[in-house]
């Protein structure tokens, strides 16, 4: 054996050559996310006991001090955290290579980890009550800031260290060709990723700097418009990674082939190109932009995005379908579909999060996105129903139903409570269906989006006030607490997995 095979293992499942190095890396990114997923949805249960009228059970500042930390703890920390591990894995054992500098990889992770720690300290010390949009004038301590830079720097040397690691594998011949799709898919993700952070710098270090006192003034308008370039297409990160692990699920619980990768390149790269455009919906009501640059942006450029997310929305279902009609399961239209891996809680997981984030997610960000609509439902629940379904419903399901492979795969331990993980996924995704109704339709009767008190928002806008709200606000209580059940055992499969589940070959 070669010395630099001592690097490797061979996986006896898959037989793909895992990378030592990388493999470490890949555990600890992985563990620290669901660290910030426990964080960020016990935080979550108190938000929704909140918004829930018949509870309400948090006063005002500490409600929306939670809300400023569950923003950075899922849609930063959990999300970016996983989709690290995630890039790591993707350019190493997908590959058969190596990471180009594991180093670089551990101080990637440690900027992460300090920074979002600091991010954390900060709010919960209460010197950071500006939610996770931080508009200004609200201005937040210094060491708020400083933390989200530090951990933007820290993935920004993750995403690099992964298109190092590509190249090193291209010039060691360990792939020829194209990228395997899956790689591909994440490749542009990381790009969207770079797009996004230099967003953030743009804007978080004069915001710095302004906290500092070294600037005098940061115009808001100006602050809107670029911030939500780095936040909403944090957003966009997430969907290119979701819809490579859909594709990766569906090979491993499966053994599905994409039908047409030229289709599917074609799609992620429309995703590059035009996805970043959605962030507009943001500021469609905002008087800087000028008409036609909106009308561009949501008329035109957003539906290349939204074709993309078309093409992979009949791609992935019809690469499941083709490969259990090959295992024989062809009487009918729909015996393949009977006959799936349901009890399987990586392909539930897939199944969940296609379904769930085409109709909650995908469909109404269509619907945000069109400028008279926006105008009557942004600052409403529905907008955060919307982004819910997203980030969550989409996304995190996703990520879920790889780690069911990610910890005999990688971690080499037997996933433990078999019975209650075949139940997780559907827990999880009937909560976040009340949970995600819930606020689009109290967002539908101009429930508005940050109000702590409900009572208090029915006086200011009376036309809101209907039996309605109650009965929605009563879902999203009553789906944030399914679907917090849902998230602990997913929690609790996957730490105890790692802890004393059955080690593997």
Same mark, same amino acid.
């Given at each position: ?150 951990? %933007? ?6 995403? $690099? #260290?992964?298109? =190092?690691?590509? @190249?090193? &594998?291209?010039? /060691? ?127 035109? %450029? ?6 993309? $997310? #078309?093409?992979? =929305?009949?791609? @992935?279902? &019809?690469?499941? /379908? ?184």
């Amino acid at each position: 054996m070669a010395v630099g095979e001592l690097d490797f293992r061979t996986c006896p499942v898959t037989g793909l050559k895992i990378h030592r190095p990388a493999e470490r890396l890949i555990k600890i990114n992985a563990v620290t996310a669901v660290v910030f997923l426990l964080v960020g949805g016990i935080v979550a249960l108190l938000i929704a006991l909140t918004r829930w009228p018949a509870v309400h059970l948090l006063p005002a500042v500490y409600y929306y001090r939670l809300l400023t930390l569950h923003g950075i703890a899922m849609l930063v920390a959990w999300i970016i955290f996983f989709e690290i591990a995630a890039v790591y894995f993707c350019c190493t054992a997908l590959l058969n290579s190596r990471l180009a500098a594991p180093k670089l990889g551990w101080l990637a992770y440690f900027l992460m980890l300090i920074g979002a720690a600091i991010v954390a300290i900060t709010i919960l010390a209460g010197k950071a009550d500006v939610m996770f949009t931080s508009y200004v004038p609200l201005k937040a301590s210094p060491w708020y800031y400083f933390g989200v830079i530090l951990f %933007a720097v820290g993935a920004l040397i993750g995403i $690099s #260290l992964f298109f =190092a690691s590509v @190249v090193k &594998a291209k010039n /060691e011949g360990t792939y020829t060709g194209s990228l395997p799709l899956v790689s591909f898919g994440v490749a542009i993700a990381c790009i969207i990723a770079v797009l996004t952070l230099a967003h953030g710098a743009i804007i978080y270090i004069p915001t710095f700097l302004w906290s500092l006192g070294l600037i005098q003034n940061i115009d808001a308008a100006m602050y809107r418009i670029i911030f939500w370039g780095f936040g909403h297409s944090s957003q966009q990160i997430n969907v290119a990674a979701m819809i490579s692990i859909w594709y990766l699920l569906s090979t491993l619980t499966v053994g599905g082939k994409p039908l047409n990768q030229k289709v599917c390149r074609t799609a992620f790269i429309l995703y590059a190109l035009f996805i970043n455009i959605a962030s507009a919906h943001h500021i469609l009501v905002d008087p800087g932009p000028s008409a036609a640059w909106k009308v561009w942006n949501t008329s035109y %450029a957003m539906y290349l995005a939204v074709l993309a $997310s #078309l093409i992979h =929305a009949f791609a @992935v279902p &019809a690469t499941v /379908e083709v490969a259990l009609r090959k295992k024989g399961y062809t009487k009918g239209l729909f015996e393949w579909l009977k006959k799936a891996p349901w009890g399987d809680p990586g392909f539930s997981s897939l199944a969940i999060s296609i379904l769930l984030f085409g109709v909650m997610g995908g469909i109404t960000g269509v619907i945000q996105g069109t400028e008279q609509l926006n105008i009557r439902n942004h600052n409403t629940l529905n907008i955060v129903g919307h982004f819910h379904g997203t980030v969550v419903a989409g996304t995190t399901v996703a990520f879920m139903g790889l780690t069911y492979y990610v910890i005999p795969l990688i971690f080499q331990r037997e996933i433990i409570s078999k019975g209650l993980a075949k139940l997780q996924p559907y827990i999880y995704g009937i909560g976040l269906v009340l949970l995600s109704g819930g606020m689009i339709l109290a967002g539908m009767f101009g429930v508005p989006r940050r109000h702590w008190d409900i009572t208090f928002a029915a006086t200011q806008f009376p036309m809101s006030w209907d039996p309605t709200v109650s009965f929605a606000l009563g879902l999203l209580g009553l789906g944030g607490v399914i679907a917090v059940i849902g998230g602990a055992i997913f929690i609790y499969i996957a730490v105890g997995s790692l802890l004393w589940g059955k080690k593997t070959g």
